[in-house]
């Protein structure tokens, strides 16, 4: 059971505001989506959670603990799984190789790639010896997403998992979370722009524009014209 509070965070690049009075929750056995148009500050909500960018004010605790000065790998020991947009994997490393990297916080004893990761997506466990950079977009993202699960997360959290993505792959993503939800009571955090996704997995939707939450609620109110207006390009 993990919970993570956002708590009236800002951030600046520089002397530009990304991030104004950031307030979001993700609670555990849920998944939690945070949508809104290109540059309305969802990628930089997710670097300030996993620790990439710091915040210039505000609060961020993970099951109560407070992370502001808590560096990146120490959140990933914590139990905070980061898949980042445009997947990262390491091309020129195998499959198995890039699995392995999410090693680096774990204990010794725990530094083995569960099965699950092959149930989930059977595809990486016939691949194990083909470099990474020789994989579909579509294989690249579910390796990005097992690399995630391999460190043990309690919190997953995914910047546009389902970007230039097939639909079949899509659906094999959405199951993933779905079970990681409802067998293995993970907390999900979800940053996306895919409406049709989110409506059919999210327990909860926020709403960002301009740096700022918009909106807060259900996933049915994603069909709300005053929700969409907010989302259209």
Avoid: W
Avoid at 2 to 27: N, P
Avoid at 55 to 65: H, K, L, M
Avoid at 212 to 226: C, R
């Amino acid at each position: 059971m993990a919970q993570l509070t956002v708590s009236e965070i800002d951030l600046h690049y520089g002397a530009a505001q990304a991030l104004k009075k950031i307030s979001i929750e993700a609670r555990p056995n849920a998944i939690t989506s945070v949508l809104g148009r290109n540059g309305v500050g969802k990628s930089s909500l997710l670097r300030a959670i996993t620790g990439i960018q710091p915040i210039s004010a505000g609060s961020i605790s993970f099951d109560g603990t407070d992370l502001k000065k808590s560096a990146p790998y120490n959140r990933a020991r914590a139990g905070i799984g980061y898949v980042p947009q445009g997947r990262e994997i390491f091309p020129l490393l195998t499959v198995k190789e890039n699995l392995q990297t999410g090693y680096a916080p774990l204990k010794a004893k725990d530094r083995n790639i569960p099965e699950t990761i092959f149930e989930l997506f059977p595809v990486l466990k016939s691949m194990l010896s083909r470099r990474g950079g020789d994989l579909s977009g579509g294989q690249q993202q579910q390796l990005a997403i097992g690399r995630a699960l391999v460190t043990r997360p309690r919190l997953l959290v995914l910047d546009e998992p389902t970007e230039g993505i097939q639909p079949s792959i899509i659906k094999e993503i959405g199951r993933a979370l779905q079970f990681l939800r409802d067998e293995m009571g993970m907390t999900i955090l979800l940053v996306e722009q895919y409406l049709d996704f989110c409506r059919e997995l999210s327990d909860h939707i926020y709403v960002m524009d301009r740096g700022e939450v918009m909106h807060s609620g259900p996933a049915s109110d994603l069909d709300d014209p005053q929700v969409k207006r907010h989302l259209m390009v």
